[in-house]
T-cell receptor, first 114, second 114 residues
Framework: AQSVTQLGSHVSVSEGALVLLRCNYSSSVPPYLFWYVQYPNQGLQLLLKYTSAATLVKGINGFEAEFKKSETSFHLTKPSAHMSDAAEYFCAVSRGSGTYKYIFGTGTRLKVLA | DTEVTQTPKHLVMGMTNKKSLKCEQHMGHRAMYWYKQKAKKPPELMFVYSYEKLSINESVPSRFSPECPNSSLLNLHLHALQPEDSALYLC?????????????FGEGSRLTVL
């Protein structure tokens, strides 16, 4: 069975500081991994995805994530936080083509301090 | 056009009412999803349609009735709901390869059941 664990339900960083949001997964098959962002009262928007190509994935808004198979991790980073990054972030995993079930982590609320 | 459009954005209904949520996409996606999201929680899968046929029903109560009239439209018919059904209902679509690609989400319909 697949699962996703996001460590830290709340993360606070100062504006301009490094953002690090943690995601660990378990999967019996090579996973497809995704990071989504959700602003208040909105739907989810894809930040980036890993689909077995490059292990370092660059996404929108300056975010990137590195797939580390040995650590079963897919942590999300951004070198310099901006106030507009304050939102809820979800990591998700799927088993790939032909499946329609995406397993979402419990989410991490990012707060950016001025 | 990379949008998923949901209407209405807000809906208040009594427990005896019948209402519908609507979702539309014009990206040529052949898989469409309904998710339910409670506050501070990740989205929970309800239904998946693939090529206009119901592919997954996550044991959702029969007071929720999905319908996929064509490849671009997805409805969720609501009848005799309970207050605990109040939530954000998200529609999403993906390419027919399912989990190999990302989900495109609409902004959601905020449902309040009185």
């Amino acid at each position: 069975a697949q699962s996703v664990t996001q460590l830290g339900s709340h993360v606070s960083v100062s504006e301009g500081a490094l953002v690090l949001l943690r995601c660990n997964y378990s999967s019996s098959v090579p996973p497809y991994l995704f990071w989504y962002v959700q602003y208040p009262n909105q739907g989810l928007q894809l930040l980036l995805k890993y689909t077995s190509a490059a292990t370092l994935v660059k996404g929108i808004n300056g975010f990137e994530a590195e797939f580390k198979k040995s650590e079963t991790s897919f942590h999300l980073t951004k070198p310099s936080a901006h106030m507009s990054d304050a939102a809820e972030y979800f990591c998700a995993v799927s088993r790939g083509s032909g499946t329609y079930k995406y397993i979402f982590g419990t989410g991490t609320r990012l707060k950016v301090l001025a | 056009d990379t949008e998923v459009t949901q209407t209405p954005k807000h809906l208040v209904m009594g427990m005896t009412n019948k209402k519908s949520l609507k979702c539309e996409q014009h990206m040529g996606h052949r898989a469409m999803y309904w998710y339910k999201q409670k506050a501070k929680k990740p989205p929970e899968l309800m239904f998946v349609y693939s090529y206009e046929k119901l592919s997954i029903n996550e044991s959702v109560p029969s007071r929720f009735s999905p319908e996929c009239p064509n490849s671009s439209l997805l409805n969720l018919h609501l009848h005799a709901l309970q207050p605990e059904d109040s939530a954000l209902y998200l529609c999403a679509s993906s390419q027919e390869t399912g989990g190999a690609g990302e989900l495109f989400f609409g902004e959601g319909s905020r449902l309040t059941v009185l």
